[in-house]
């Protein structure tokens, strides 16, 4: 038995380093793409339109459209499409401003300051989660804005995406992808925003997600692509592609082929689907910015979410293996095992652990734990401080030159992160057990949307939290 926590401890360990250099080798590659977009030039009439869906968001939406009527200034070809949902009339009290009544105002406002129709708001009628507003929105834009580009993009409404947009989706768009992907990463603006310790580690967890494991798994995916050679290695290394929903671009001509956006979490399907079809995937070198989660319950509620699209790769599976593809089943049949062992390792790997090292410490074999925790609890966190300052340092916010976003304590981020692995596992526990209570029940189970507070935008306007 202490032979196998010794091995879990030294995989421990491995993993960390990887991680570490992961990140780093990713921030390297991002930097030196985004300087050569930069001195690119942008190329002919590249069209975008950008979809936004929103539910009671009068807290954030405003300072993302302004940031987004900012882009429009600079490229005539973008256009935006807010989508409300009606049922928001009958939860918002009396006399208080909806958000479809809100994004009216600010569309006219921007359209008039721009002098041409780029914003334009319709309301979803149906009872359905953004995903449905988002299929909705889809089928709206053949009568409301008929098809003048090819790729359609999916942000949050308290998205700021990097002024650089323009130029890096131009030139990914030219090799014709058919899904581009803006990482995401939640930052909150310079001397805004408390965090707890906690969640102070959290935000280095979610730059590492960002960065060591999203943008590294569409490049390694790249290299992977059907007809390189050899294909048994390709098959063995290429990894599953998720979609996230701030950032994510899909060719229109693809959404149809894979089934539109899925409920209950529109995003990881799109890239699911679209890696088994074995389409080429492409990352652009900057990132959106949205608000981080305010809590660790708020974070667990929203991984849960993720956790079922994670369990649903089944389905996803199943979808893609009866429709045309450029892998083999046997491929289809290897990404769909490594998102299923993904989803696993995310739920069960903190407990693992943490037994491994119980039991080490009770037998005093100390050694292997405090390299385990050097790796993962000092030179790891270390380092993706320092890499998210960087890129934070190097955004460009829409209308303005660079910067402005903040870094979390730094002790407290440093000294959190290596328990962090266990608190974002509380989401797939959190769908345990409301999977459970809603079978014994005989009830739906349902997802709460993430609520946000309005700290990324300069006058709330009442966001409220659920309990």
Not at 257 to 267: K, L, N, R, S
Request: with cysteine.
């Amino acid at each position: 038995m202490i032979r196998v926590s010794r091995l879990l401890s030294a995989a421990y360990t491995v993993r960390s380093l990887y991680m570490t250099a992961s990140m780093a080798l990713s921030y390297r590659c991002l930097r030196s793409e985004a300087n050569q977009a930069e001195h690119a030039s942008p190329g002919g009439a590249t069209g975008l339109t950008v979809i936004i869906p929103a539910l009671r968001e009068q807290a954030v939406i405003p300072r993302s459209l302004a940031h987004f009527a900012e882009l429009a200034a600079q490229w005539p070809q973008l256009r935006v499409l807010v989508v409300t949902a009606a049922r928001e009339s009958a939860e918002t009290p009396s006399g208080r401003q909806t958000t479809e009544d809100l994004c009216r105002d600010l569309a006219r406002g921007h359209n008039e300051r721009l002098a041409r129709e780029v914003f334009h708001v319709v309301s979803y009628p149906g009872q359905g989660r953004r995903a449905s507003q988002l299929n909705y929105a889809v089928a709206a834009l053949e009568v409301l804005l008929p098809p003048s580009d090819d790729y359609i993009a999916v942000f949050d409404a308290d998205a700021v995406p990097d002024a650089r947009l323009r130029s890096q989706f131009a030139q990914a768009a030219a090799g014709r992808p058919a899904m581009i992907q803006q990482p995401m990463l939640p930052a909150f603006p310079a001397g805004r925003g408390r965090r707890s310790a906690v969640m102070s580690g959290q935000d280095l967890a979610s730059f590492r997600r960002t960065l060591g494991i999203e943008y590294r798994r569409i490049k390694v995916a790249c290299l992977c692509a059907p007809g390189r050679r050899p294909r048994l290695l390709t098959a063995l290394a290429r990894p599953m592609v998720y979609g996230v929903g701030s950032g994510l671009i899909v060719r229109r001509d693809k959404i149809e082929d894979i089934g539109f956006f899925q409920e209950p979490h529109d995003d990881l399907a799109v890239g699911h689907r679209l890696s088994m079809a074995g389409e080429p995937i492409a990352v652009l070198p900057s990132v959106n910015i949205v608000e981080p989660y305010q809590s660790v319950g708020a974070m667990a509620r929203a991984f849960s979410s993720v956790a079922f699209a994670n369990a649903a790769t089944r389905h996803d599976y199943r979808f893609a293996a009866a429709r045309p593809t450029r892998l083999s089943r046997t491929g289809q049949r290897l990404l769909a095992a490594r998102a299923l062992a993904d989803g696993a390792a995310w739920a069960l790997g903190p407990v693992v652990m943490t037994a491994a090292a119980v039991h080490l410490a009770a037998r005093r074999q100390l050694s292997p734990l405090a390299v385990a925790a050097l790796a993962a609890g000092v030179i790891e966190p270390v380092v993706a401080y320092r890499l998210r300052g960087r890129l934070l340092e190097d955004f460009r916010t829409p209308g303005q030159a660079r910067g402005g976003w903040q870094q979390p304590p730094a002790f407290a981020a440093i000294a959190t992160f290596l328990p962090q692995p266990a608190v974002s596992a509380l989401g797939p526990w959190l769908l345990a057990l409301r999977a459970s209570a809603a079978k014994l029940t005989g009830r739906d189970l349902r997802f709460t949307k993430t609520e946000h507070l309005g700290e990324i935008a300069p006058e709330p306007r009442g966001g409220t939290l659920h309990g």
